[in-house]
């Protein structure tokens, strides 16, 4: 060949599509391939393909695979005469290289594509029988296999069938192989099929008719014994034949596998029998079957087998499955599955999932799944197992909006068909889009994409799954929307019986009021109606995955009627990605946020992106303290500085609770997961460092309003119990003792009036009723308790403590800790109390015996009447009680010679007796764990009714927030009051042995 020509040919290769037209010009030289090379019309052919160096490499091993010259030319001829033949196989050759494969080591199975008539374009399952009907072993039903699957994909990649016929062609011919191989596996074993009817029902993509190129066949099987056989005997047999059926189709032979048979959707899945009877599959479903297992049914199909026991089984499981919808927690079963999925993909591929990911296939099916086991109930045309189809009879009766019905089709299209020509390229099971450029050219141009495929495709890609992202929620949510909207003549709308049957399988016990609420906020022609119609759906879906959907939407109503004129707070819920789950989360999650919220709506911003996202960051004692000094210098009088102090406290318990319950509630997190800990610990830090600084507040107020600027006493209040140990939860009182010391000069009764005026009225002050939340000061821990005096001066305590202190005022000084006032006198005090609550010889027998007595006698005079003491979490066993009186006693006995033991917080001393070996790291974990699992049950309590509670709620959706809060998905607090008990009885065991064990 000249230079020149050969130029030419290289120009010419180049503008047909070859990427290596070096590779394919010496490919093209040889002499057989003549024909080719100066044929116009093969050339223009093969850069019709998808690949056309992949094709013409294809061509060539085909030629080469043939019967002599003869067989060469023929083929060739074959080609260059017949278009339907060329598109056809040169198509194929382009988009598969396991089919060229194929066709290289079985060179005559090409003219399975020369018949081109009208009863061709979509054989059904006879027509694969017929093609499978000479195999007689795995060996040969893999080859006849092929061949089949090598005429789907003909008229797939030529366009002749869409996506819908060629998956249904798939799921045809994985019905004709399923019943080829169990022939041959009832021809070897007689006996067996003599002794049962066995059914093969087709799941999953088979069942549904949408089967993938390359995928794993989900069946069910069952059986009956046949006249004469004992069951027993019948289900051996049966399971014999399933097993060999299993075999033949999923085994490697020297030409490979045909696909896996999967029959793991059985009940029990692989750990349950291989075959049931009729009888024993109806009884797992009606006793013992989960949400996922009905949804699932959805697409079962009788497909190989006894005709008649097939139909029997769908028969007699499909009432079950419409009726699915009526279990608790049913949508959020479902959901919850689905989130499961998208956290199992590993984080380097989940953005080139295209089946599970975010915006993938499986979120069409799910979302389709779910509105037709809702509304299949009433309606059978929606009882379809094929998602296309579903989708077009939930658009056709008002389920769905018909734009969004086709928007979603095409975008589920074109991403199936993404995923068939991926698995098509080796006939390999994947999901996973290609990175490799010359993949991604070849898909996008298998597309049909031929103008710079590979950013195209990407383009496209990426702008169908955004349509699948956005709908995914809209599909459930928006009709809810256009049920009570006014919509123009003749638009389609969700029925009011509908909408009340989404709304009930949503969580919402009184549909009528959520529809009115809907109403409210989703109607009109306002830009707040507007922004308010985008977002309820998404907003729906948050209040679903919540225990109490209706509290969160009423609450949402009543804080828009309240701020929906408010430019911000549009704007904040529109722009601000986490503004509006945040809220969601906030309104849903009980009692107590929301309550703080709706007494200051506008606090709403802080659930915002602002401030570089650390809205929800607690503010440390010396910020809070400074802003609410500030506020009372500004009062006009203590009256309003107390107010603007407790102004404050409300807004940052609400910011404090918020990210609790974000914290806990945004994630899917097991409690296992989840550092429990560092929740407790934040939330303890900044509810003590809140109340600390709200009295600091208040202590000024009242002593400008009453002396100026400084009081004739000095005043210091040292916070005591949980307070001092930095452990308040939402609902607890303020534990303080107050000390005072006249100053230089003033006479010691002026300056105890001065002292306890100022306690009164800051008591007085703090619980004056009003919008905020009232702030207990309880100094029942001072010396001799309610009977003593409210205000002492150091010297006072001096005195007492020297003469008079008890055990107990011991240990209770071990939580002691300056909270406000006088910095000196308060340093003063901790001095003086140290000797008490570290002896420098630790505890005598009795003290220890004193402390046990008293432990005792406490639990049993105040352990409410009814109560479960294994599930109260302060006086129960293995409760806060039992944990906080072991590690004191172990702080005085030996915080004197320990100096980690010197310090207020529980968490903190027991880290410092394992250090010191005090205790064993096992036994130190597991008081740990019980400490911080009753404080995370009581501040659940707290925000869930909005009163404080030490034990379990009774009421069903109360309990189910508390475990909600603590991890556990719905339908799970019995879980949870499992694991609580579980808990509490170890650590039980721990203060049996430290508290009242003879080593302790």
């Known amino acids: 060949m000249t230079p020149g020509r050969r130029s030419s040919t290289f120009t010419r290769l180049l503008r047909h599509g070859f990427t290596d037209p070096s590779a394919a010009e010496r490919l093209l030289d040889g002499p057989e391939l003549g024909p080719v090379r100066e044929d116009p019309v093969l050339l223009e052919a093969l850069g019709a393909t998808a690949d056309p160096d992949l094709a013409l490499h294809g061509l060539v091993r085909l030629l080469e695979a043939q019967d002599g010259p003869t067989g060469h030319r023929s083929l060739l001829d074959t080609l260059i005469a017949a278009k339907p033949l060329r598109d056809r196989l040169l198509g194929v050759l382009g988009a598969s290289e396991a089919l060229a494969d194929h066709l290289a080591r079985h060179p005559g199975d090409w003219q399975a594509l020369v018949t081109y008539e009208p009863r061709d374009l979509h054989p059904g399952v006879a027509e694969f029988e017929r093609g499978l009907a000479e195999a007689t072993d795995p060996v040969s039903l893999r080859v006849a296999y092929r061949r089949c699957l090598l005429s789907i994909a003909a008229r797939d990649v030529c366009g002749t069938t869409d996506l819908a016929e060629t998956a249904a062609e798939l799921a045809d011919l994985a019905t004709a192989t399923l019943r080829a191989a169990l022939a041959i596996a009832r021809a070897s074993a007689p006996e067996d099929a003599a002794a049962c009817r066995l059914a093969v029902i087709a799941m999953g993509k088979c069942g549904g008719h949408e089967l993938n190129y390359v995928s794993d066949v989900d069946v069910i099987f069952v059986a009956e014994a046949t006249e004469g056989t004992e069951e027993a005997k019948a289900i051996s047999a049966a399971t014999r034949l399933a097993s060999h059926l299993m075999r033949i189709c999923s085994e490697t032979t020297v030409e490979g596998s045909i696909w896996p048979v999967d029959a793991n959707l059985r009940p029990e899945g692989r750990n349950g029998p291989l075959v049931r009877t009729l009888s024993s599959h109806l009884a797992y ?41 009526e279990r608790e927690n049913f ?12 956290e199992n993909i590993p984080v380097t591929e989940v953005d080139r999932e295209l089946k599970l990911g975010p915006g993938g296939l499986r979120d069409v099916e799910f979302a389709v799944q779910l509105l037709q086991l809702v509304h299949g109930r009433t309606d059978p045309a929606l009882r379809s197992g094929t998602t296309l189809d579903a989708l077009q009879a939930l658009a056709a009766g008002g389920y769905v909006g018909r734009e969004d019905a086709a928007r979603l089709d095409e975008a589920y299209r074109f991403l199936r068909t993404m995923e068939h020509r991926i698995q098509l390229y080796r006939l390999r099971r994947t999901h996973l889009v290609p990175e490799a450029e010359p993949d991604l050219r070849r898909l996008g141009r298998s597309l049909g994409l031929r103008t710079d495929p590979v950013a195209t495709l990407n383009r496209e890609w990426r702008r169908h799954g955004g349509v699948v ?9 928006r009709p809810l929307l256009d049920a009570v909207a006014q919509l123009a003549p003749g638009e389609t709308r969700l029925s009011p019986e509908a909408a009340r049957e989404r709304l009930v399988a949503l969580g919402y016990a009184d549909p009528a009021a959520a529809l009115r609420h809907l109403e409210a906020l989703a109607s009109g022609v306002t830009r707040k109606a507007a922004i308010q119609r985008t977002l309820l759906p998404v907003l729906l879906g948050w209040f679903a995955d919540s225990a109490d959907p209706d509290a969160g939407l009423l609450n949402f109503r009543k804080v828009s009627d309240a701020l929906g004129k408010t430019p911000w707070y549009l704007r904040l819920l529109r722009d601000e990605g986490a503004a509006a789950e945040n809220l969601a989360r906030v309104l849903s999650a009980g009692r107590l946020a929301p309550d703080l919220l709706m007494r200051a709506p506008e606090a709403v911003a802080l659930l915002g992106d602002g401030d570089g996202g650390t809205g929800l960051e607690p503010r440390g004692r010396a910020q809070l303290e400074q802003e609410i000094l500030a506020a009372v210098r500004r009062a006009e009088n203590a009256g309003q500085g107390v107010t603007a102090a407790r102004g404050v406290r409300r807004r940052e318990l609400l910011r404090t609770a918020a990210a609790d319950i974000i914290g806990s509630y945004g994630t899917e997190t097991s409690p296992a997961e989840a550092d429990q800990g560092a929740l407790v610990d934040r939330v ?7 109340t600390a600084a709200t009295l600091a507040g208040t202590l000024r107020a009242v002593v400008r309003a009453g002396w100026g600027d400084t009081l004739p006493t000095r005043f210091v209040i040292i916070g005591m119990g949980r307070f001092g140990g930095h452990e308040l939860g939402y609902g607890s009182d303020a534990d303080v003792l107050f000390v005072h010391e006249p100053r230089d000069g003033v ?11 100022v306690v009164a009225e800051m008591r007085r002050l703090l619980q004056l009723p009003s919008s905020d939340p009232p702030l207990l000061i309880d100094a029942d821990l001072r010396p001799e308790g309610k009977s003593g005096p409210l205000v002492r001066t150091l010297k006072s305590y001096q005195a007492y403590y020297r003469r008079w202190s008890l055990v107990w005022e011991s240990q209770a000084l071990l939580r002691a800790e300056q909270v406000a006032g006088d910095d000196d006198l308060g340093g003063r005090f901790l001095e003086l109390i140290d000797p008490l609550r570290y002896p420098r010889q630790g505890l005598t027998e009795e003290s220890v015996r004193e402390i046990r007595r008293l432990k005792a006698r406490m639990e049993a005079e105040r352990l409410p009447r009814g109560a479960d003491p294994k599930l109260h979490t302060k006086l129960g066993p293995g409760g806060l009680s039992d944990v906080e009186w072991t590690v004191q006693l172990l702080q005085l006995r030996h915080g004197w010679e320990v100096p980690g033991l010197r310090t207020t917080r529980t968490r903190a001393a027991l880290a410092a007796a394992r250090e010191a070996e005090l205790l064993s790291a096992e036994d130190a974990e597991i008081l ?28 069903p959706r109360e309990l189910a927030a508390v475990g909600r809060y603590l991890g556990y998905g719905s339908g799970h607090a019995g879980d949870m009051l499992d694991a609580y008990r579980r808990t509490a009885r170890r650590a039980r065991t721990v203060v049996e042995e430290l508290f009242y064990g003879d080593g302790s």
């Open 469 to 477: 992202r956005r709908l995914h929620e809209k599909l459930f949510y």
């Open 928 to 955: 740990d764990e019980a400490w911080v699992l009753a404080s995370r049950v009581r501040n659940a309590v707290m925000l869930v009714r909005g009163r404080a509670g030490d034990t379990f709620p009774t009421e």
């Open 747 to 757: 006479a010691e009764q002026e300056a105890s009036a001065a002292a306890n005026k």
């Open 684 to 690: 303890g830090a900044a509810v003590s460092d809140l």
């Open 285 to 325: 479903y009606q006793r013992w079957a989960k949400t996922w297992e009905f949804q699932a049914l959805l697409k079962a199909r009788p497909v190989a087998g006894d005709e008649d026991l097939g139909r029997e089984y769908v028969e007699a499981l499909g009432p079950l499955v419409w009726k699915a919808a």
């Open 331 to 342: 949508v959020a079963d479902v959901q919850k599955m689905r989130r499961r999925v998208v």
